[in-house]
Every structure is written in structure tokens, then in C-alpha cells.
């Protein structure tokens, strides 16, 4: 293509340096070469034509690329719905302790993911993400209640109450969202010589995830 643009451009410029002379053979390309010089026009504007069509269509590929990307990203993340309650459970008391002990909500009331597991009571982020987690519980004014969520060996978040003889019962929680990495465990500790109660799904551990990072 390249070549042909040559030709014509030496061939037109040969026509208009010829263009003063009147002799018989400049006449007869005279009618010939002006069809050649709009040809090669046309040609010009078709190529900057082509020129800026394939730079769209890069333009549009990269594009399409950004688009099918974010698509992937979507199915993803459909793919990982992270979604538990949980009740302590049982029929009265657990605690006091003399020592921290992991809560274990074994009645479980939704689980979607399966991030939570009631054998142990822990949460293990399976995406990295930003998760909401609350808690509550319910226990007798008898003994100190002290629950404190962690994450990993860190305490994020606590409720407590003090012991109190006067005090028939109480009710406490606390939320929290955090930003956890996948694997991070998030679980709730009874905290030593505290108590909480259950029987009626009073105490409960929720949490989901909220957002992706
Ligand atoms: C406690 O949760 C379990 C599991 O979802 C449910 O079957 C049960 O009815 C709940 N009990 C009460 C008293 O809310």
C-alpha cells in the first residue's frame, strides 16, 4: 500500500511541475493525472480513516478487556456469600470459668459459606474482605459477665457487666466490623470467672461479610 501511495505521489508531482508546459504529450496527461491526484486524495483521507478506526478499536479492546475483568471479578464474589448466626445453646449456664474460655454457639441459625464452624466456635475469613460480626448475651446479675470478641490472638470488642446481687438479669452486645484477611479467625471468649446464659437463642454470635477489598 505503501509502495502504490509512492508511485502516485511521484506521478502527481510530475504533473504539476509539468503544468505550465503546452506541449502536445503534457495535454494528454493533463486529462489523465488530475483523476490520479483525487484518487490519491481519497486515498489519503481513507487511510487517516483506517488510521483512526483502528486506534477506536484499540481504544474499544481495552475497553472490552476492563469490562470482562470487573465480569470475572462479579462471579467471584458471587461465588463467596459469608453469612452465620449462631446461639451459644444448651439450657442454663456456661461459665464461670477460672480461665478465658472460647465461646462454641453450637445451634447454628444460618451458615452460609460454612465459614463458621460450631465444633470449635471459630470463624475463618475465606476472602479477604470487610466483615460485620455482632454478639449478645444474656446471663444472670449473680456473676460478672465479660465476653470479648478476637480476632486471632487481638481482642477487638467487649460487653460486660458487674456482678451484682440485687440484679436479676442482664442483657449485653457489641458489633464490630473489621478488615480480615483470608484465613483470619474471629471468635468470642468468656472471659475468666464470667458467665453467660442460654437456652432460648439469647446468646448469639452473627457475622457476614460486607464488602470486598
Ligand atoms: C434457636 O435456633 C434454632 C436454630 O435455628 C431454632 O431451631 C430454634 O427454634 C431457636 N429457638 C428459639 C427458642 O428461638
Known sequence: MKTTACLLVSLCCCSLSAAGEETESQTSQDSCYPDLCKLLKDFGVMEEKLRTTVEKLGVMETQLKVSENQLEELKNHE??????????????????????????????????????????GVFAAPVAGVYYFSFFYHAGGDHA?????????????????????????????????????????????????????????????????????
Open 145 to 213: 459477665h465479660y465476653i470479648s470478641l478476637f480476632r486471632n490472638g487481638q481482642r477487638m470488642a467487649s460487653s460486660s457487666d458487674h456482678q451484682c446481687s440485687s440484679d436479676g438479669a442482664d442483657n449485653g452486645g457489641n458489633a464490630v466490623t473489621l478488615q480480615l484477611e483470608v484465613g483470619d479467625q474471629v471468635f468470642l471468649r468468656l472471659m475468666a470467672n464470667a458467665h453467660v446464659w442460654d437456652s432460648v437463642n439469647v446468646t448469639t454470635f452473627s457475622g457476614f461479610l460486607l464488602s470486598y477489598v
Open 79 to 120: 461465588r463467596a456469600k459469608v453469612i452465620f448466626s449462631a446461639a451459644l445453646g444448651g439450657n442454663g449456664h456456661t461459665g464461670p470459668f477460672d480461665h478465658d474460655t472460647t465461646l462454641i454457639y453450637k445451634e447454628v441459625i444460618t451458615n452460609i459459606g460454612s465459614a463458621y464452624n460450631p465444633s470449635t
